[in-house]
């Protein structure tokens, strides 16, 4: 096998879960390949009774805040490994849904954009789903970001719902977005956002590296929509005593790229690399459309 292969498969118990999960790890281990288990700390528990120490245990995708570091991690894992000399990869993962408290719309963009990812590393990697908690819409998401799906233990087949491109994932309103913003512009310059924005959370409780984020990811997504985007480019903003969020919308598509500030890139000069710092020091980054079009919004000061 050369290449990415990236296969689903869905459980209903912790017995299903090994059932899928073991013949796969162990075909990898017969055949001298190195095998992987990234799982979070259930999952890990079940494969460590069952296999014991002859895999290696890396930390969960649940492990990483971000799913921009996720892939930064992994890659230069699939990267040391290959260039030791490893033909064949098997790894197993988790990954973080709002039925495990995480918020879906990154991850969801991270299942789509490994495809790319990780095509250049001997690398099969299964994630299987908990279908006891993960939601349905999320399963959906899944199904269309996977070209490959594991059936039953041993039943590895072509995924007929695989669709290229970004999953369906809807833009989840903020819960402080059931307030009035503080700051509601449309049509100024990036300078005169980083003023407003600068004023609207000086009274608030955030660090120092907060508020300098703040400011340059409202900064960065203005600059991007007036750039990239199809006016009228309007800027929010949301605060409540921790927490700083805020939203950037335009009449354009956004970014058709999986990859879209998940990986770090110079395609563009304005776009790409700072959207990809925006996704390393945020706390939250969720990108698509809704009612106001295509929009960014960008958490800073805790977790949504």
């Not at 190195?34 to 290696?56: F, H």
């Not at 996704?279 to 977790?303: A, K």
Request: net charge negative; proline share 6%; glycine share 10%.
């Amino acid at each position: 096998m050369t290449g990415f292969f990236h296969e689903t498969a869905f459980y209903g118990s912790d017995d299903d879960f090994l059932a899928l999960v073991v013949p796969f790890l162990e075909d990898g281990l017969r055949a001298g390949e190195g095998v992987v288990v990234a799982c979070a700390q259930w999952n890990t528990g079940l494969l460590r009774d069952a296999l014991g120490d002859d895999v290696l245990y890396l930390p969960g995708a649940d492990q990483y805040s971000r799913p921009s570091e996720s892939i930064a991690v992994y890659r230069d894992f699939f990267r040391d490994h290959t260039e030791a000399g490893a033909r064949q990869l098997r790894v197993v993962g988790d990954v973080p849904h709002p039925g495990t408290g995480a918020s879906w719309d990154w991850w969801a963009r991270y299942e789509a954009a490994v495809n790319q990812a990780y095509a250049e590393f001997p690398v099969w990697g299964l994630c299987p789903y908990d279908t006891r908690t993960t939601p349905a819409d999320v399963l959906a998401d899944v199904v269309s970001t996977h070209p490959n799906i594991a059936t039953a233990p041993g039943a590895h087949e072509v995924n007929p719902g695989f669709r290229e491109g970004l999953p369906g994932t809807k833009q989840v309103e903020d819960e402080l977005e059931r307030c009035a913003p503080l700051v509601d512009l449309v049509g100024v310059s990036a300078g005169a956002v980083r003023e407003a924005v600068g004023s609207a959370i000086d009274a608030i409780a955030l660090s120092e590296d907060c508020a300098h984020d703040v400011v340059y990811a409202a900064s960065e997504i203005v600059t991007n929509g007036l750039t990239h985007g199809v006016a009228p480019v309007r800027f929010r903003l949301w605060a409540d005593d921790r927490r700083v969020l805020v939203a950037v919308s335009d009449r354009g598509c956004g970014p058709s790229d999986p990859l879209a500030g998940l990986v770090p890139t110079t395609a563009t000069r304005t776009a790409g690399l700072g959207l990809w710092i925006l996704h390393r020091t945020c706390d939250y980054v969720s990108m698509g459309q809704d009612s106001d079009g295509f929009t960014v919004r960008v958490s800073v000061g805790g977790h949504t």
